[in-house]
C-alpha cells in the first residue's frame, strides 16, 4: 500500500465508529468470523478491545487479530484500531 492510500484511509478511521467489540470472551472464534464477514463487506472496520477483555497484552491481541484474518492495520489508537482488506 502506497503512502497516499495509507493517508486517505486513516483520515476516513476517524469517521468510523467501533463496529466490533472484543469483549470478555477475548478473541474467540467467533469473533475472528466476524471480523472475516465484515472485512469482505465492508472492507474497512474500527475495533474496540474493552476493559474487560482477559488479554494482558493488548498489541498482541491486535497482532493475533491481523495474522487470523489477513487485513493491514491503518491505525492504533489506545484500545481501538482500524483494520482494512483489499479482498
Avoid at 491481541?61 to 487485513?71: E, H, P
Wanted: charged fraction near 35%; aromatic fraction near 4%.
Amino acid at each position: 500500500m502506497d503512502k497516499k492510500k495509507l493517508k486517505e484511509l486513516k483520515s476516513r478511521s476517524n469517521l468510523l465508529e467501533p463496529i466490533i467489540r472484543i469483549g470478555k470472551n477475548g478473541l474467540s472464534e467467533n469473533v475472528i468470523s466476524e471480523i472475516k464477514k465484515l472485512l469482505k463487506k465492508r472492507k474497512f472496520i474500527k475495533i474496540k478491545i474493552l476493559n474487560n477483555c482477559p488479554a494482558d497484552n493488548y498489541p498482541e491481541l491486535i497482532s493475533q487479530t491481523i495474522d487470523k484474518t489477513g487485513a493491514t492495520l491503518i491505525k492504533k489508537t489506545g484500545h481501538t484500531f482500524v483494520l482494512w482488506k483489499s479482498k
